[in-house]
């Protein structure tokens, strides 16, 4: 059995969407903020340095990157006086380092540079032309003469530079650049991130609060209008006093589309009774047309022949015949009987349409048949004044479809004409079965029509076999017709006697081939074996 989905109340759905609301929206709100501020904090730290950087040169005596040639074109004094008012400078511009470069050869060195306190202390700063190990794109400046922003790691730390390409009088290029410690940055981005965060849980807090008010105002019509349609079905569709009292408060009340839903509602209870009372008298008439057709089946299978063998004493035949309609009547017909001692007559026939209206056409044809065989006449003259009589106050313009056949069971031959029916099949013994070749014939019941009679003789043990195109249009799920094909192939493997084994297995090949399918027109199988006098 399939579990039952756990009830959630309309109120905490609402509160939480709101809450999903909120929190997606503040943590959009946060991202894009940090994001913003992200932003200005990296491009306020590289329009610092860009200017860091682009003061070394004034920084520096006039001249000073045109005569250096090698370590010893500067003085110490003079490096250690430009290294004092350097790193004067980078404290002023708010950078951790300012310097310049030179290439000579593969080689990068320090022409000038600031220093830390620490170096200061310690006397450890970085002497004049100190070989530099520059990364790649350090190197590329020289070349290309482009500017690099961008994080660089090295021996000196890890920082955020700028690097930005000069030349001398000359015209060779020299390097100089700013940097500021990858910290210093990450320090003002995780204060940014917290004070992102306040903010969003402030304006999560404000949106949570506004939200539950807003759910608890929505959900309350709601949830009354609910409990009072579930008492309403409790109490088998039958309103009280109280719930048209609740409803039409809601309905006076709430002046928007729960207003709307609670009006609607008592609206729709009241069609609901009338419409049950409907259901009542509809029901009592189904039921009703139900029994009046259960009778009708009864009544259409009681004209067909339904006892088999159906004559115990004869011997040189057997036949047996069923009958499926696919509503509670149907339009198929088989009928026989013995016109006198020595003849049989025997048919089939598929009256168009179904229900009720080709039920009636098939008892008639049926009784004019029985009615009209004669052993003097051909089987084409019986036919013949079976569809006089049907085209006669034919209004519907309904037809029938008829093989049928005059077996003399003393001699073997048997006589028959065709109505615009399937060929039966006929199964000599000790051979496979083939179609019965027979006259072409019209359609029963719209248009004179000269039918004809052709003969055959059968052998002791030769059997015909009749049937309705239920058999070969039966369908399965994919909609694919049995066929003449399958039809035949199931004959040839099935048992041939008595007739009512070949029958019986034809039908149940049907059934297992549609697989439950619903069945598309009614079925019929006769089948009649020769045994000789």
């Known amino acids: 059995m399939k579990e039952q989905p756990r009830f959630i109340s309309i109120r905490r759905k609402i509160m939480l969407a709101i809450f999903l609301i909120s929190l997606f929206s503040t943590i ?60 004067a400078w980078a404290q002023d511009a708010g950078v951790s380092f300012v310097y310049s470069f030179v290439r000579r050869g593969d080689e990068v060195f320090f022409t000038s540079t600031s220093g830390t306190e620490e170096q200061r202390r310690e006397g450890t700063w970085v002497p004049f032309f100190e070989p530099y190990e520059a990364s790649d794109e350090v190197l590329a400046i020289f070349d290309t003469s482009v500017p690099q922003m961008d994080a660089e790691e090295d021996e000196f730390g890890h920082f955020l530079s700028v690097v930005l390409p000069m030349t001398n009088q000359a015209g060779e290029v020299y390097l100089a650049g700013a940097d500021v410690y990858i910290d210093k940055v990450r320090e003002q981005l995780q204060a940014t991130i917290i004070h992102c965060i306040v903010i969003g849980l402030i304006v999560f807090g404000i949106m949570s609060a506004v939200g539950i008010g807003f759910s608890n105002r929505v959900a309350r019509p709601v949830i009354t209008l609910a409990d009072q349609t579930k008492r309403l079905s409790d109490q088998g569709f039958a309103p009280d006093e109280a719930f048209e009292e609740e409803t039409n408060r809601i309905a006076q009340t709430s002046s928007d589309e729960v207003g709307r839903l609670a009006a609607a509602t008592v609206q729709m209870v009241r069609k609901l009774q009338d419409y049950i009372e409907n259901i009542k008298l509809f029901t009592a008439a189904k039921e009703r047309i139900e029994s009046e057709l259960n009778i009708a089946r009864n009544i259409q299978m009681s004209f067909l022949p339904k006892h088999f063998p159906p004559y115990p004493g004869v011997t040189e035949f057997d036949l047996y ?71 006669e106050s034919n209004e519907a313009l309904m037809f029938v479809t008829v093989f049928c056949g005059v077996l003399n069971i003393r001699t073997g031959v048997c006589h028959y004409s065709n109505a615009g029916h399937n060929p039966p099949v006929l199964l000599r013994k000790g051979q496979d079965p083939t179609f019965l070749d027979i006259p072409k014939g019209f359609i029963l019941g719209v248009e004179e029509f000269a039918y004809a009679t052709q003969s055959i003789t059968l052998q002791p043990g030769d059997q015909i076999l009749l049937y309705t195109d239920g058999v070969t249009e039966a369908m399965d799920a994919d909609k694919k017709l049995f066929g003449d094909a399958r039809m035949m192939d199931t004959i040839k493997q099935a048992p041939k006697d008595p007739p009512r084994k070949l029958v019986e297995t034809l039908m149940k090949s049907v059934h297992a081939y549609a697989e439950g399918e619903p069945q598309s027109d009614d079925v019929t199988i006769l089948s009649v074996a020769y045994y000789g006098a």
Not at 323 to 337: I, M, N, Q, T
Not at 354 to 369: I, Q, W, Y
Request: no cysteine; proline share 5%.
């Open 321 to 391: 015949a069923m009958l499926e309609p696919a509503r509670e009547v149907g339009g198929d017909l088989y009928d026989f009987f013995m016109l006198d001692d020595d003849h049989l007559f025997f048919g089939v026939g598929d009256v168009s349409g179904k229900g009720v209206p080709s039920a009636l056409f098939m008892a008639v044809t049926k009784t004019l048949f029985k009615g009209m065989a004669n052993p003097k006449d051909s089987p084409s003259t019986i036919m013949t004044r079976v569809n006089d009589e049907l085209r």
């Open 28 to 87: 959009a709100f946060t991202f894009h903020a940090y994001t913003i501020q992200r932003e200005e904090i990296y491009n306020g730290h590289i329009n610092q340095l860009k200017v860091a950087a682009l003061a070394v040169p004034h920084l520096l005596p006039p001249g000073f990157h045109d005569r250096i040639v090698d370590e010893h074109s500067v003085s110490e004094e003079e490096h250690l006086e430009i290294m004092w008012m350097m790193t």
